[in-house]
T-cell receptor, first 115, second 109 residues
Framework: IAGITQAPTSQILAAGRRMTLRCTQD?????MYWYRQDLGLGLRLIHY???????GKGEVPDGYSVSRANTDDFPLTLASAVPSQTSVYFC??????????????FGAGSRLTVL | GQNIDQPTEMTATEGAIVQINCTYQ??????LFWYQQHAGEAPTFLSY??LDGLEEKGRFSSFLSRSKGYSYLLLKELQMKDSASYLC??????????WGAGTKLIIKP
């Protein structure tokens, strides 16, 4: 089934540890995104990539880094986790063509708790 | 600043009709999206409006008024499975999506 796979589904992490959330899509979409979702707030964009080899900063990039070595994979790394990074993280992808309905397909999410 | 407002929670009865409103103030406008998100799951695309008017898709319809910065999602013949959060998002002048906090819809028998 075509779509986005995220791993892990859930993780509890000690503050200060390094963590990488994995995201793989098989739809050959150009654009990929990482969002965090917190109670009472809208989805907030962390980083994005319009095409393989390029990345950009979103609304809340501090403390996070990404890479886009190929079309399919877009990992998100927390270099040194802090409790405020406790959240649900969603990876998404889209065709990425400006104009028209740039519909996002989301992964199932990764629930991260930083203690 | 950019802002999307929608009610936090709404309750409706199975079989009835409910309208979920969304107002927005953004830097430019390149379309408005509605997504559905069941608890613990990923958001899924429902509708897209870029021109004024009503877009109908089965039991769901979405309306847009660009001059008023306003949209609504209309759900007819409500079913228990429609219990979910409904997210409004606007694409700004850079085609970046600005998201509302979502409206949690509770359906009662």
């Amino acid at each position: 089934i075509a779509g986005i796979t995220q791993a892990p589904t859930s993780q509890i992490l000690a503050a200060g540890r390094r963590m990488t959330l994995r995201c793989t899509q098989d739809m050959r979409h150009n654009a990929m995104y990482w969002y965090r979702q917190d109670l009472g707030l809208g989805l907030r964009l962390i980083h994005y990539s319009n095409t393989a080899g390029t990345t950009g900063k979103g609304e809340v990039p501090d403390g996070y880094s990404v890479s886009r070595a190929n079309t399919d994979d877009f990992p998100l790394t927390l270099a040194s986790a802090v409790p405020s990074q406790t959240s649900v993280y969603f990876c998404a992808s889209s065709q990425g063509s400006p104009g028209g309905a740039n519909v996002l397909t989301f992964g199932a999410g990764s629930r991260l708790t930083v203690l | 600043g950019q802002n999307i407002d929608q009610p936090t929670e709404m309750t409706a009865t199975e079989g009835a009709i409910v309208q979920i409103n969304c107002t927005y103030q953004t830097s430019g406008f390149n379309g408005l999206f509605w997504y559905q998100q069941h608890a613990g799951e990923a958001p899924t695309f429902l509708s897209y409006n870029v021109l004024d008017g009503l877009e109908e898709k089965g039991r769901f319809s979405s309306f847009l008024s660009r001059s008023k910065g306003y949209s609504y999602l209309l759900l007819k013949e409500l079913q228990m499975k429609d219990s979910a959060s409904y997210l409004c998002a606007v694409a700004d002048s850079n085609y970046q999506l600005i998201w509302g906090a979502g409206t949690k819809l509770i359906i009662k028998p």
